[in-house]
């Protein structure tokens, strides 16, 4: 069974940087798509960066320069590196992970079969 545990959140102040993990357990090896979500109050949940079986990267442009995903398939852990970051970042923010084609885009939330649980990111102006 797929679980992923997110980390790594908190608060920081805005021009700051914060490293979210992703621990997956259930599968190996870079054998699935995986991708970073957030979600504010009242928002629908959006996707942030994504990566692929080939290591290729996607980003939503609002986070375009700033943030960094990356894998480390030996660990099976997902990162999420945030940098400059600004009150409109602040959300919970979720992995996920899927084994199958993103038939609705790498940052289609709809994509993604696993979910974890969040961790909250706080951007303070």
């Known amino acids: 069974q797929v679980q992923l545990v997110e980390s790594g959140g908190g608060s920081v102040q805005a021009g700051g940087s914060l490293r979210l993990s992703c621990a997956a357990s259930?599968?190996?090896?870079?054998?699935?798509?995986m991708g970073w979500f957030r979600q504010a109050p009242g928002k629908e949940r959006e996707g942030v960066a994504a990566?692929?079986?080939?290591?290729?990267?996607t980003y939503a442009d609002s986070v375009k320069g700033r943030f960094t995903v990356s894998r480390d398939n030996a660990k099976n852990t997902l990162y999420l590196q945030m940098n400059s970051l600004e009150p409109e970042d602040t959300a919970m923010y979720f992995c996920?992970?899927?084994?199958?084609?993103?038939?609705?885009?790498?940052?289609?939330?709809?994509?993604?079969?696993?979910w974890g649980q969040g961790t909250q990111v706080t951007i303070s102006s």
């Open positions: 259930g599968y190996t090896g870079r054998s699935y798509y």
């Open positions: 996920a992970a899927d084994p199958r084609w993103p038939r609705w885009g790498r940052l289609g939330p709809k994509s993604y079969n696993y």
């Open positions: 990566i692929d079986t080939y290591d290729t990267t």
